[in-house]
């Protein structure tokens, strides 16, 4: 199983940017995806998850900014953010499961399968 996670890069504060994460060796439409991230000596914390196909979930800090999708036919998942903000600024990891309880959707060691990361920087 491999996730590549892409999309990242440098935006101004307001702006919008779309991560991608493209994955092989899963059948990507029964996973639960999600991304987190880890802003410099931080833990990495929940950003968005997509339970099974099914409904969203997001962390309080970007709700009604971000919106998770994902595109079954391309076995390719997606993070819209939008008005980003400098306390954005982190590197984002994909992350997927076949096999998470509802109740983890939020914990990263609940995910069994990453992608690399890709840097966003939110200037001011």
């Known amino acids: 199983v491999q996730l590549q996670a892409s999309g990242g890069g440098l935006v101004q504060a307001g702006g919008s940017l779309r991560l991608s994460c493209a994955a092989s060796?899963?059948?990507?439409?029964?996973?639960?995806i999600a991304w987190f991230r880890q802003a410099p000596g931080k833990e990495r914390e929940f950003v968005a998850a997509?339970?099974?196909?099914?409904?969203?979930y997001y962390a309080d800090s970007v709700k009604g900014r971000f919106t998770i999708s994902g595109d079954n036919a391309k076995n390719t998942m997606y993070l819209l953010m939008n008005r980003l903000s400098p306390e954005d600024t982190a590197v984002y990891f994909c992350?997927?499961?076949?096999?998470?309880?509802?109740?983890?959707?939020?914990?990263?060691?609940?995910?069994?399968?990453w992608g690399q990361g890709t840097q966003v920087t939110v200037s001011s």
């Open positions: 997509r339970w099974r196909g099914g409904n969203t």
């Open positions: 060796g899963l059948t990507f439409g029964r996973q639960t």
């Open positions: 992350a997927a499961s076949s096999s998470i309880i509802l109740s983890s959707v939020r914990v990263s060691d609940a995910y069994g399968h």
